[in-house]
């Protein structure tokens, strides 16, 4: 396997991981946002399979969680609130007046 390293902007890198096979995952060193997962088909022909922004500063906003590894939360809390141990939690309201994959605090942002 190799790795590549490339600065994308000034505080964030890109780290490039190849397999013998052609497969590379591409990723962020913010919030380990994966950019790109280039796979051959059965062709031979590598496309990038993973949804994702041209310009790499869109990921700081990233509304629609594009290459996120979300969490601690991953997915929807209705009503952004939930009970454990009879104590009530009240969440950002991120998605609606739902929370969605960890609000503005998920890992996707750190």
């Given at each position: 396997?190799?790795?590549?390293?490339?600065?994308?902007?000034?505080?964030?890198?890109?780290?490039?991981?190849?397999?013998?096979?052609?497969?590379?995952?591409?990723?962020?060193?913010?919030?380990?946002i994966?950019?790109?997962?280039?796979?051959?088909?059965?062709?031979?022909?590598?496309?990038?399979?993973?949804?994702?922004?041209?310009?790499?500063?869109?990921?700081?906003?990233?509304?629609?969680?594009?290459?996120?590894?979300?969490?601690?939360?991953?997915?929807?809390?209705?009503?952004?609130?939930?009970?454990?141990?009879?104590?009530?939690?009240?969440?950002?309201?991120?998605?609606?007046?739902?929370?969605?994959?960890?609000?503005?605090?998920?890992?996707?942002h750190?």
């Amino acid at each position: 396997m190799n790795i590549l390293t490339k600065a994308v902007t000034e505080k964030w890198k890109e780290y490039t991981l190849i397999n013998d096979k052609r497969m590379s995952v591409s990723l962020l060193n913010y919030g380990g946002i994966i950019t790109k997962i280039m796979v051959p088909d059965r062709d031979g022909n590598i496309e990038n399979v993973v949804l994702g922004f041209k310009n790499y500063t869109d990921y700081k906003i990233n509304p629609a969680f594009f290459g996120a590894l979300v969490g601690p939360v991953a997915g929807r809390i209705q009503g952004a609130s939930f009970q454990l141990n009879g104590k009530e939690y009240l969440l950002e309201k991120n998605h609606g007046l739902h929370h969605l994959h960890s609000g503005a605090n998920g890992f996707h942002h750190r």
